[in-house]
């Protein structure tokens, strides 16, 4: 059988225009979820249309939720309430959403049905122990298999009680997952992070009418007896944004506006890190969407500089990095990340895909195992592997736009988690992509 891979090849062109890029993938998926469980119908719009929210979309259904699509990104939701639910007639597949089975996990273990979320063959690699665990704490009844998906969830046998817990990571799929269970709990549920995750979750139960405080790096949810229904309109997302803002940044004369991208604090970090490299990005219009900050991107091309990368603004930028090691590879001088331990344990091993692809086209790097260091320069074209990871295929296809010869990237199908219409988007403001088969 013939595989597609996708070529980026320097077209030779700025990179400019004005788009508006797909809704952001973690508001997305907690606008279906938290919807599905209000009481009265929600009006979602800018719904991320890729494959991770739609396995999402599809457990809700198959757990008798009614869901109406009316358009692009366009949903109707049929709240059932919080013990609405029916149990599904087969295991729910998350496919590749890591997002979804962990907030699934917090959700489903205060129903008084049992269930099971399985997932593709990335996914059924990733810890899952590190949801499971805590939760089971709450008194909830989880199975992993051998510390990975399938997820078994039993009914709490005597409910699931609060809990004060301190992650050993900054993680939001973590801190969702235990703030969701809590919505079932007796007693409050506290969670403490080493560092800020984003807050989406946060901000939309709040907005739902849920009593959510936090004290620094503390989120305390007090029992809910209901949700209210909730109109959003999801802000574009600013991870996809990213493969942009680097590629704009590093082709010779871009300007590129990105209209309504979310600029969330609690993961803006993608910004921090571009700025303090000399990045020349202006944020238009600031205001609200959807409960969550938002602003026009205008970004034009400069000469980056290498930067060290300190390790508290790893969690605001978790999953920008493959890009961000695009930009300092461009940068002038050299670049170190530190404090990148979670890299390992995304959709693919991060840091391995990434500084193998990054050899393979001439980038002079090294690894240890939580740091990266890049020294700038030109690179080559080349045949890289990103591994059935989205990211890994985006980033080095903005690699390409600034490559000597083309880059050839394997294994890309994944894209459509994230950003179905990526390379649509991306030849639209000047890039080179094409997928072809081999
Ligand atoms: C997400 C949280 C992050 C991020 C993921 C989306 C979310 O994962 O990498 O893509 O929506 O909560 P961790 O919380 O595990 O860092």
């Given at each position: 059988?013939?595989?597609?891979?996708?070529?980026?090849?320097?077209a030779?062109v700025p990179i400019c225009g004005e788009i508006r890029l797909p809704?952001?993938?973690?508001?997305?998926?907690?606008?279906?979820?938290?919807?599905?469980?209000?009481?009265?119908?929600?009006?979602?719009?800018?719904?991320?249309?890729?494959?991770?929210?739609?396995?999402?979309?599809?457990?809700?259904?198959?757990?008798?939720?009614?869901?109406?699509?009316?358009?692009?990104?366009?949903?109707?939701?049929?709240?059932?309430?919080?013990?609405?639910?029916?149990?599904?007639?087969?295991?729910?597949?998350?496919?590749?959403?890591?997002?979804?089975?962990?907030?699934?996990?917090?959700?489903?273990?205060?129903?008084?049905?049992?269930?099971?979320?399985?997932?593709?063959?990335?996914?059924?690699?990733?810890?899952?122990?590190?949801?499971?665990?805590?939760?089971?704490?709450?008194?909830?009844?989880?199975?992993?298999?051998?510390?990975?998906?399938?997820?078994?969830?039993?009914?709490?046998?005597?409910?699931?009680?609060?809990?004060?817990?301190?992650?050993?990571?900054?993680?939001?799929?973590?801190?969702?997952?235990?703030?969701?269970?809590?919505?079932?709990?007796?007693?409050?549920?506290?969670?403490?992070?080493?560092?800020?995750?984003?807050?989406?979750?946060?901000?939309?139960?709040?907005?739902?009418?849920?009593?959510?405080?936090?004290?620094?790096?503390?989120?305390?949810?007090?029992?809910?007896?209901?949700?209210?229904?909730?109109?959003?309109?999801?802000p574009s997302d600013l991870s996809s944004a990213a493969f942009f803002l680097v590629a704009a940044s590093i082709v010779p004369g871009s300007e590129l506006n990105l209209r309504q991208v979310g600029v969330?604090?609690?993961?803006d970090g993608v910004l921090t890190i571009l700025d303090r490299m000399g990045a020349q990005i202006e944020r238009l219009n600031p205001?609200?969407?959807?409960?969550?900050?938002v602003a026009d991107l205008l970004v034009r091309a400069t000469t980056l500089k290498?930067i060290?990368?300190?390790?508290?603004?790893?969690?605001?930028a978790?999953?920008e990095?493959?890009v961000l090691?695009i930009a300092a590879a461009a940068a002038?001088?050299?670049?170190?990340?530190?404090?990148?331990?979670?890299?390992?344990?995304?959709?693919?091993?991060?840091?391995?895909?990434?500084?193998?692809?990054?050899?393979?086209?001439?980038?002079?790097?090294?690894?240890?195992?939580?740091?990266?260091?890049?020294?700038?320069?030109?690179?080559?074209?080349?045949?890289?592997?990103?591994?059935?990871?989205?990211?890994?295929?985006m980033a080095?296809a903005v690699a390409?736009a600034t490559?000597?010869?083309?880059?050839?990237?394997?294994?890309?199908?994944?894209?459509?988690?994230?950003f179905?219409?990526f390379?649509?988007l991306g030849?639209r403001v000047g890039m080179?992509?094409?997928?072809?088969?081999?």
């Amino acid at each position: 059988m013939s595989e597609a891979v996708l070529v980026s090849s320097p077209a030779g062109v700025p990179i400019c225009g004005e788009i508006r890029l797909p809704g952001d993938k973690s508001v997305s998926h907690r606008a279906l979820m938290f919807s599905a469980l209000a009481d009265g119908r929600s009006q979602l719009s800018g719904v991320l249309e890729g494959e991770d929210c739609q396995a999402t979309r599809r457990a809700l259904a198959a757990m008798g939720v009614p869901i109406e699509r009316n358009g692009d990104g366009l949903y109707t939701v049929s709240g059932r309430g919080l013990n609405g639910l029916r149990k599904p007639a087969e295991p729910l597949d998350m496919g590749n959403a890591g997002t979804g089975m962990r907030l699934f996990c917090g959700l489903l273990a205060g129903q008084s049905f049992s269930t099971t979320l399985i997932g593709d063959e990335s996914l059924s690699r990733r810890p899952m122990d590190r949801v499971a665990d805590p939760l089971n704490a709450m008194g909830a009844a989880l199975s992993t298999t051998n510390g990975h998906a399938p997820i078994c969830i039993e009914p709490a046998p005597n409910g699931l009680q609060g809990v004060d817990y301190v992650l050993p990571v900054a993680s939001a799929q973590l801190k969702s997952a235990l703030l969701i269970a809590g919505l079932y709990a007796d007693g409050a549920v506290r969670v403490t992070e080493p560092g800020i995750s984003r807050d989406h979750t946060e901000r939309m139960l709040s907005a739902m009418g849920v009593e959510i405080t936090r004290d620094d790096v503390t989120v305390t949810l007090r029992h809910s007896k209901a949700l209210e229904p909730i109109d959003i309109e999801v802000p574009s997302d600013l991870s996809s944004a990213a493969f942009f803002l680097v590629a704009a940044s590093i082709v010779p004369g871009s300007e590129l506006n990105l209209r309504q991208v979310g600029v969330n604090p609690s993961r803006d970090g993608v910004l921090t890190i571009l700025d303090r490299m000399g990045a020349q990005i202006e944020r238009l219009n600031p205001r609200m969407c959807g409960g969550e900050p938002v602003a026009d991107l205008l970004v034009r091309a400069t000469t980056l500089k290498g930067i060290d990368v300190p390790p508290d603004l790893v969690p605001l930028a978790i999953d920008e990095f493959p890009v961000l090691f695009i930009a300092a590879a461009a940068a002038r001088g050299k670049s170190r990340f530190v404090g990148l331990e979670e890299l390992r344990h995304k959709e693919s091993d991060r840091i391995a895909a990434m500084v193998a692809g990054l050899r393979t086209i001439g980038v002079a790097v090294e690894e240890g195992p939580d740091w990266v260091e890049i020294e700038g320069g030109e690179w080559r074209g080349g045949h890289v592997d990103s591994h059935h990871d989205h990211r890994i295929a985006m980033a080095f296809a903005v690699a390409g736009a600034t490559a000597s010869q083309p880059i050839s990237i394997a294994r890309p199908e994944n894209i459509v988690t994230s950003f179905p219409n990526f390379s649509d988007l991306g030849n639209r403001v000047g890039m080179a992509l094409e997928f072809v088969a081999r």
